[in-house]
Nanobody
């Protein structure tokens, strides 16, 4: 089992940057694949980015490609989401998620463990 806590959200102007962090409690973090999702008001939770257990594989939603970078530091039990060139449509609550076995890395239902989320607001 793993407990996840996100941080790093905030209010930023369009074109700005934020780095989200997701700290995991537990000794087996390095065995989990990790994902970032987001949910805007009135919308369904959507996939943003994924990273494999050892960081060897990453995958991004089209909306994140070229602007966001997911990374992890297994020694620090932390996964990151660097977000650049932010747009107002990136405004959402961002969640990190973990699972040991994934078939569809973009599907929220596949992830067993979730953090509480961190709010990102981008002003125009």
């Amino acid at each position: 089992q793993v407990q996840l806590v996100e941080s790093g959200g905030g209010l930023v102007q369009a074109g700005g940057s934020l780095r989200l962090s997701c700290a995991a409690a537990g000794r087996t973090f390095s065995t989990y694949h990790m994902g970032w999702f987001r949910q805007a008001p009135g919308k369904e939770r959507e996939f943003v980015a994924h990273i494999s257990w050892n960081g060897g594989t990453t995958y991004y939603a089209d909306s994140a490609k070229g602007r966001f970078t997911i990374s992890r530091d297994n020694a620090k039990n932390t996964v990151y989401l660097q977000m650049n060139s932010l747009k107002p449509e990136d405004t959402a609550v961002y969640y990190c998620a973990a699972d040991r076995s994934l078939v569809r890395v973009t599907a929220a239902v596949e992830y067993d463990y979730w953090g509480q989320g961190t709010q990102v607001a981008v002003s125009s």
